[in-house]
């Protein structure tokens, strides 16, 4: 920032509140300056108020973490203080003033911001949009590093990776060259091999892989990740709360931020809790029932089991899988309905290995509908769900297939829409766009693990469903046939549908 005339400020101009939160538990930024730029001003107006958002310019978290489950090899690191390296032109600086003195006794001075200040409206759209710039600027002088930078960074942090750990250390310093060429230091390096991590210096490391028995967490766009084990942690911290309300049961589904959605059937729960709070028409800051209280109580008591789990990061376990298939498995209850995804692949070797890659998972609408509607409802999210993993991931040659444990949704969807009301053909519309018919089977709710999901599950038992971290064992297919998840198995079936 840079100290100015108080008598020589011109108008438009806008001064901006700040104060500061405190994160004891970062390893970087334990203290940091937080400006609220929409604070109003005797005009009625704010900063913000004037200011456009932008367009997202990004991947979406969602599409970053798939592809972060998929390589061999992975890093992760991010931009040391990015806004503060992104100059703002000199003619827009009058629009970031602060006031600031050092001491209660000294006289208030008068500054204005000359970088991108956190907390404008505008700030997120200019910093991501000038990261892509630098990425279309170097395609082709450093294409590895320029396509990381442009596909797999979500706002300042980078998630990255490849099958060869040739290929990742080339990724690694043409990034490196690309951003320090610009003013941007990385730092908080973290990886899944110590290759990736020398030359580093030691200020600049989340974890360092070298030390025995280093258990270190770091943090991944919300998810904690081990990298010596290559595991994916959940970590669940929940504050201290003197009553039961509404409100603080509404932050506490808050923190259960799960943007894979692998904790879905226990966080489906938490959903159907919270709504029949707003059946009963209950105010934010009012005690809940005794018997509401109760179950509150009992499944965030049992909220820190969930801390023990650990899922493998890499989905193929470290190989090169030989081929790949995806399963989407949709499900509906009164009460909630979605649809998980499960990539089955086949190593070199002939090993299969199945494991949940993602799940969404929504409440039944207040208005009721029939289980049918609900079950066609699950289809389309399992459809939409498919759609986004197709166009993510980027798998070349890999069979999709759709499992239903409802008939009338099966013939509904062989089925043309012209034949149905609008709630059905709008649907069946959709998912013929989305997929093909005969890419849907029919299953058996007990092979069927989003089951699991449309019913909830309690926190403590989750990590014991095999089931829904693996998928079935066998699942029967319309041929007659079994089509084996693990283990290669033959079962004639007298009714295949």
């Not at 003619?91 to 001491?103: A, T, Y």
């Not at 894979?260 to 800051?285: C, H, R, T, Y």
């Amino acid at each position: 920032m840079t100290e100015i005339d108080i008598e020589r400020i011109m108008s438009p101009h806008y001064f901006i509140p700040h104060n500061y939160v405190l994160k004891p538990d970062s390893t970087t930024t334990k203290l940091r300056v937080v400006f609220d730029a929409s604070s109003k001003t005797t005009s009625g107006q704010s900063l913000n108020d004037l200011l456009h958002i932008g367009p997202t310019v990004q991947s979406e978290l969602l599409s970053i973490l798939l592809r972060f489950c998929l390589p061999r090899y992975v890093f992760t690191t991010d931009i040391e203080k990015m806004y503060q390296q992104i100059l703002v032109h000199p003619k827009d600086r009058q629009c970031q003033l602060i006031v600031w003195r050092n001491e209660p006794s000294q006289p208030i001075k008068y500054f204005e911001l000359n970088t991108v200040t956190y907390g404008t409206r505008s700030a997120p759209y200019l910093a991501t949009k000038c990261l892509q710039v630098l990425a279309d600027d170097n395609m082709q002088n450093y294409p590895l590093g320029a396509s990381a930078l442009k596909q797999n960074f979500y706002v300042d942090d980078c998630l990255h990776g490849a099958d060869s750990l040739r290929t990742l250390l080339e990724t690694q310093s043409q990034l490196n060259k690309i951003l320090t060429a610009s003013g941007f230091k990385l730092r908080k390096w973290c990886a899944n091999h110590p290759s990736l991590l020398q030359g580093i210096p030691h200020d600049d490391l989340e974890v360092n892989l070298d030390l025995e028995n280093n258990n270190d967490t770091t943090k991944t766009l919300a998810l904690s990740w081990c990298p010596k084990s290559d595991s994916l942690c959940v970590k669940v911290k929940l504050e201290p709360v003197c009553s039961t309300t509404k409100r603080s049961a509404t932050s506490d589904l808050a923190r259960l931020f799960d943007p894979l959605g692998l904790l879905s059937p226990v966080v489906v729960m938490a959903k159907i809790f919270i709504q029949e709070l707003w059946n009963l028409k209950m105010d934010w800051d009012e005690k809940l029932p005794t018997e509401l209280h109760k179950q509150w109580l009992e499944f965030r008591n049992n909220l820190t089991k969930v801390n023990c789990l650990q899922i493998s990061r890499h989905i193929f376990k470290g190989e090169v899988p030989a081929n790949i298939q995806l399963h989407i498995f949709t499900d509906a209850s009164e009460k909630a309905y979605g649809a998980a995804a499960y990539l089955r692949s086949t190593l070199q070797n002939g090993q299969i290995i199945v494991r949940l890659l993602c799940a969404k998972s929504r409440v039944a609408p207040l208005k009721r509908l029939t289980l049918p509607r609900l079950e066609f409802c699950a289809a389309v999210v399992g459809a939409e769900l498919a759609t986004r993993i197709k166009n993510d991931l980027q798998i070349r040659n890999y069979q999709t297939f759709f499992w239903c444990d409802s008939q009338i949704v099966i013939s509904w969807i062989n089925s043309p829409s012209s034949k149905f009301h609008t709630f059905v053909a709008n649907r069946v519309s959709n998912i013929h766009q989305l997929t093909a018919t005969s890419q849907w089977r029919h299953v058996s709710s007990e092979h069927n693990p989003a089951d699991i999901l449309s019913r909830g599950l309690a926190p403590h038992k989750l990590q014991s469903s095999s089931m829904w971290f693996y998928g079935p064992m066998y699942v029967p297919a319309w041929s007659g046939r079994t089509v084996a998840f693990k283990t290669i198995i033959s079962i004639k079936i007298r009714n295949p549908h």
